[in-house]
């Protein structure tokens, strides 16, 4: 079996998100596993990325539609994980603000509605890659309309997420000390973030050579999008396992799970 370019990136993937699969694990079972909490999405990023890169390997000795397909698939998903994750991070700082305020200014319901739009995005996407309208005579792809619009969405979501942490910066003061590593990760993510972006939005809309999600230049796949990926999973998780187990109740009061386990002799509340 012979491989080219993509092949050895394949397997740089499957060495660097394998260790990031057994972690996120690990801090999906201290903090939840909970949707709202976003470190599920890490979790899930890591297995999309190892699935992605074994069905990449496996087009070597057998070249099926079905699995050229599903490769496709898994590698055009990575934003929506990326940014689910963030906002998971970003409501958690939300939560400490609001918690700290009689009039709370940023609305809990924002980030289910940015998760809804996300999930259009992400559907968008793979409807994009799968269409028939996305293949050319000569086999290369074609970004159809709805990749463009799922592209725009994640633009929004984006937007909206920074205009969320610039909001929350006034209000500093309520975070605990332990939580302080929140407003670092947080702007370093969205940097990560907006090249990732930016080379998913080149991809769809110049569209060449080297920005071209299937057969573009192998280098900037990896700088622009594969490195940045890794980076913010890799910071997710040291945030993860820095920060202190937390929940909300339904008055909207900030639980210490860590702090209420050591008031009750070292037992976790049932409801953790």
Known sequence: ?????????????????????????????????????????????????????????????SPTEGLIKATLILDSIGIAPLLLALLGVLSRLVDWINASMQNPKINSKLFRILQLVI??????????????????????????????????????????????????????????????????HIP????????????????????????????GSIVANVLMAIVEEFFVVIITLVLGFKLGRISVDGQGEIVDLNQKSSDNGGQLPLSA
């Open 1 to 61: 079996m012979h491989l080219d370019k993509h092949g050895y990136v394949s397997i740089v993937e499957l060495i660097v998100f394998l260790p990031c699969l057994i972690l996120g694990i690990a801090v999906c079972l201290r903090h939840g596993f909970k949707r709202t909490s976003g470190w599920i999405f890490v979790l899930i990023l890591s297995v999309i990325r190892i699935a992605g890169a074994i069905c990449q390997l496996l087009t070597y000795g």
């Open 188 to 215: 370093i993510a969205l940097l990560a973030i907006a090249i990732r972006l930016l080379y998913a939005a080149l991809c769809i809309f110049v569209h060449d050579s080297t920005f071209s999600l299937f057969n």
């Open 119 to 184: 999930g259009v995005s992400l559907i968008l996407g793979i409807l994009g890659v799968t269409s028939p309208k996305s293949q050319a005579v000569d086999g290369t792809f074609i970004p159809p309309t709805i990749s463009k619009i799922g592209i725009i969405l994640n633009i929004v979501v984006y937007i909206a997420i920074t205009i969320i942490f610039i909001l929350s910066l006034p209000h500093g003061s309520a975070l605990p000390h332990s939580e302080r590593p929140l407003r670092i």
